[in-house]
């Protein structure tokens, strides 16, 4: 995978994570200016998967590391910014289905 391919898929993850920070601040305030940052970040991080499967064409590596990516993401914000709770069961959960999206491509 060249660089400018990596590239396109960190950048396609930061605008995720400004999609699901604002998505989960939209559902706390109501406010509709967040749901349109949020909006704008999922919209971004959709066309930079063009680029990168332009680039690589492989779609299921690609969508692996994507959809891995996603959950970590999400993990991440959900733990370190908005400190939500995971219990081992959640965690155990958690694994299978990173497992499960590697066996599956």
């Known amino acids: 995978m060249t660089p400018s391919v990596w590239l396109f898929i960190i950048l396609a993850m930061c605008f995720y994570g400004i ?3 604002y998505s989960k601040i939209f559902a706390n305030t109501k406010q ?10 999922y919209s971004i991080n959709g066309l ?6 332009l680039k690589f064409n492989s779609l299921s590596i690609l969508g692996t590391i994507w959809n891995v990516g996603y ?11 908005f400190h939500e709770p995971v ?6 959960g958690i694994l299978f289905a990173v497992l499960g999206v590697i066996l599956l491509s």
């Open 32 to 41: 509709y200016f967040f749901m349109m940052v949020s909006f704008i970040g």
């Open 48 to 53: 930079l998967f063009y680029p990168a499967m």
């Open 71 to 81: 959950v970590f993401i999400t993990l991440i914000l959900g733990l370190v910014i």
């Open 19 to 21: 999609g699901e920070y």
């Open 87 to 92: 219990t081992l069961k959640q965690v155990i």
